[in-house]
């Protein structure tokens, strides 16, 4: 069992930056692909980003390319989603998600394995 831990949401205005951060523990983190997801009230749950088990390779959901990032440390089994230039439209619950293959094909949320509780990210106006 991977259990997946979100910390880093909260309330910024737009415009503004945060950082979200997903530790992992009971796995082989270094062989996962990692990802973000959100949801936003009365929303379906929406790839954000996903990162390949190496950190090689990366990818984006065109609403997100160009402000968001996301990078992972294997050493500290944690990945990272850092927001930037944050608009009210980002405002949802944003998950971590595990996908026990070195690539996620796809990026769908039916083909993750593992996920976390998420944590809120609202955006003010």
């Known amino acids: 069992q991977v259990q997946l831990v979100e910390s880093g949401g909260g309330l910024v205005q737009a415009g503004g930056s945060l950082r979200l951060s997903c530790t992992a523990s009971?796995?082989?983190?270094?062989?996962?692909?990692m990802g973000w997801f959100r949801q936003a009230p009365g929303k379906e749950r929406d790839f954000v980003a996903g990162?390949?088990?190496?950190?090689?390779?990366?990818y984006y959901s065109d609403s997100v390319k160009g402000r968001f990032t996301i990078a992972r440390d294997n050493a500290k089994n944690t990945v990272y989603l850092q927001l930037n230039s944050l608009r009210p439209e980002d405002t949802a619950v944003y998950y971590c998600?595990?996908?026990?293959?070195?690539?996620?094909?796809?990026?769908?949320?039916?083909?993750?394995?593992?996920w976390g509780k998420g944590t809120l990210v609202t955006v003010s106006s």
């Open positions: 998600a595990a996908d026990l293959r070195c690539l996620s094909v796809g990026w769908s949320s039916r083909g993750m394995d593992y």
């Open positions: 009971g796995g082989t983190f270094s062989r996962y692909a």
């Open positions: 990162i390949s088990c190496s950190g090689v390779t990366t």
